[in-house]
């Protein structure tokens, strides 16, 4: 792997981890996803200090360039990442959806409680 590769991957992670921890103390971001995001980039700070590493995977997999197999770990990694968000935006979707339909359950009750009550105060009147 060439060395100015290895600066600036070293460089752009340790910025990556500075952001999500400024990000976690803001608090926009849960802890759960603020690990997986810090084992992106610990895994990205160790591939950058050991290039030993990628190329060794780059033999594994039979790819010609260590850098490509970089490149292909990362896509593997996001997609990986974006499946993980897909089934936490599916969970939250359900949640929702259940919520509202509680809410107007709810809603429908108050005021048929509110209608009868009316109807009672009008009778003793």
């Known amino acids: 792997m060439n060395r100015v ?3 600036i991957l070293i460089g752009v992670t340790l910025l990556f981890c500075t952001f999500i921890l ?3 103390q803001k608090k ?3 802890y759960k996803y603020t690990l997986m995001w810090l084992f992106f980039g610990f895994t ?3 591939c950058a200090m050991f290039p030993d590493i990628i190329i060794g995977i780059a033999k594994l997999i039979h790819v010609a360039e260590p850098t490509n197999a970089l490149f292909l770990i990362y896509i593997f990694l996001i997609i990986v990442i974006i499946f993980y968000i897909s089934i ?3 969970k939250l979707f359900e949640r929702v959806t259940t919520l509202v339909q509680e809410n107007a ?3 429908a009750r108050v005021e048929k409680l509110e209608k009868d009550r009316e109807k009672k ?3 003793d009147s």
């Open 5 to 7: 590769l290895q600066v």
């Open 22 to 24: 400024v990000v976690i």
């Open 28 to 30: 926009k971001l849960s």
């Open 44 to 46: 990205t700070l160790l």
């Open 88 to 90: 936490a935006f599916s």
């Open 105 to 107: 359950i709810l809603a």
């Open 121 to 123: 105060e009008n009778e």
